[in-house]
């Protein structure tokens, strides 16, 4: 049996949210000497109060510990509410029961002539208001769709719909085939999130968080070692596997948290924000990275607020304003129908600008948008040759329209 210990440390992550109170108000010292009062305990949280002090006498543990082992999990005797305390395989599993048939797409029978994710009707709602309004998104194997929007919009809402760490109010989610409400866990096996927030483990080193993250799935993934090998050679991790996350470099954690959502072979990758705060050097390493993943076959959705990396690396992009996709494409579809084939960028210090507004105003046109010492105007071909008949002798310039006049315009007032 494995020492009280390691026993408690396994159940503790698993059930964090059950026992991070007594590591928070014991410390790692006091809460180490309850270890053996908690398994005699039967694992019942009810055992101490809020301060970490026994509640009831000490009994004896049940006279059978001998696990119960089923296709594609282990449980105990004792319990933590209603759920089986899972430990990993490979320290509780008799050698011949350690082996387990990973699923394949083809148990499904709609996989093969499904996206890898189809949502359709999404919506949430927090405080009375609806941050996803009806929100549909498709994603293939192979391609990148990026999720642009200013903040608020429902991005990340709406990525952690789809990975399942919220539930729609409405709508319904299918990953590689499999209806994510019907068959969460399923669902789940084909799914690798890499969150904007490094969320490793830090008390573990860097090959240990990979190993840690590769015992969550059930059924486990095959060759696990080998696996978490090739991953930190693959990104570059392999001279810092004994060490621990905290002395990476930003562009090494993020590097990280890729790695550590991939080491169970899912079919679909959520990125959110995969490179805020690194340098430029270190966003090009983790661009070519995601790209090798698409071209490897990998379905993955993208959100970024960096719009010269949501246009080199989406194949299609998904526009969000207030909850509701507003447009969706390819992104020079898109600029086309939300901005118009020309920019129009004139001195917004020019006496002739106000005579340009009023003439905006006239034409019907959207007003166009200051940035520091210039004006953008969005105009189609019949306007821009109207625009210069009319202000033949004004200075100005005129550029295709860019990711960057979306995002400004989306960030208005609606």
Request: proline content about 8%; charged content about 25%; overall charge positive.
């Amino acid at each position: 049996m494995r020492s009280p210990w390691a026993e408690l440390s396994g159940r503790a992550r698993y059930h964090g949210e059950r026992y991070s109170h007594l590591i928070f108000w014991l410390g790692p010292k006091r809460f180490a000497g309850r270890v053996r009062a908690v398994i005699a305990s039967h694992g019942n949280p009810s055992y101490f109060d809020r301060k970490g002090s026994p509640t009831k006498a000490f009994h004896a543990p049940p006279a059978s510990l001998s696990p119960t082992w089923t296709a594609d999990r282990v449980s105990f005797p004792w319990r933590v509410g209603s759920f089986p305390c899972p430990v990993p395989v490979e320290e509780a599993s008799p050698p011949e029961e350690r082996s387990f048939t990973m699923p394949t797409l083809a148990a499904h029978p709609n996989a093969q002539n499904e996206p890898v994710l189809l949502a359709c009707g999404l919506v949430k709602q927090f405080a009375n208001r609806r941050v996803v309004d009806g929100v549909d998104l498709r994603c293939r194997a192979g391609q990148v769709l990026g999720l642009l929007g200013a903040n608020g919009a429902g991005k990340t809402t709406t990525l952690r719909l789809c990975y399942g760490f919220l539930q729609p109010d409405a709508g319904t989610i299918r990953v590689a085939g499999v209806d994510r409400h019907t068959d969460p866990e399923a669902a789940a096996r084909w799914v690798g999130v890499c969150t904007q927030d490094d969320t490793f483990d830090t008390d573990f080193t860097v090959r240990g968080n990979l190993e840690q993250m590769s015992r969550y799935f059930r059924p486990r993934p095959p060759a696990v070692k080998a696996r978490v090998t090739a991953l930190l050679e693959r990104f570059g991790l392999d001279r810092y596997a004994n060490a621990k996350p905290d002395i990476l470099s930003g562009g090494y954690r993020r590097r990280l948290m890729l790695a550590r959502a991939l080491v169970h072979e899912p079919r679909l990758l959520f990125l959110d924000e995969p490179t805020t705060g690194l340098d430029p050097q270190a966003r090009l390493e983790v661009w070519e990275l995601i790209d090798t993943l698409r071209r490897e076959g990998l379905g993955i959705v993208l959100t970024t607020h960096y719009m010269d990396e949501a246009e080199r690396l989406s194949d299609e992009l998904l526009i969000l304003r207030e909850g509701r996709v507003v447009a969706a494409g390819h992104s020079r579809a898109v600029l086309g129908n939300l901005i118009g084939e020309h920019m129009l960028v004139l001195d917004a210090r020019d006496p002739a600008v106000s005579v340009v507004r009023d003439w905006v105003r006239q034409a019907g046109l959207p007003e166009p948008t200051r940035v520091l010492s210039s004006l953008h105007l969005a105009l189609d071909g019949p306007g821009l040759a109207q625009f210069s008949t009319r202000f033949g002798d004004l200075r100005f310039e005129v550029r295709p329209p860019t990711l960057d006049d979306l995002f400004l315009k989306l960030a208005e007032p609606s």
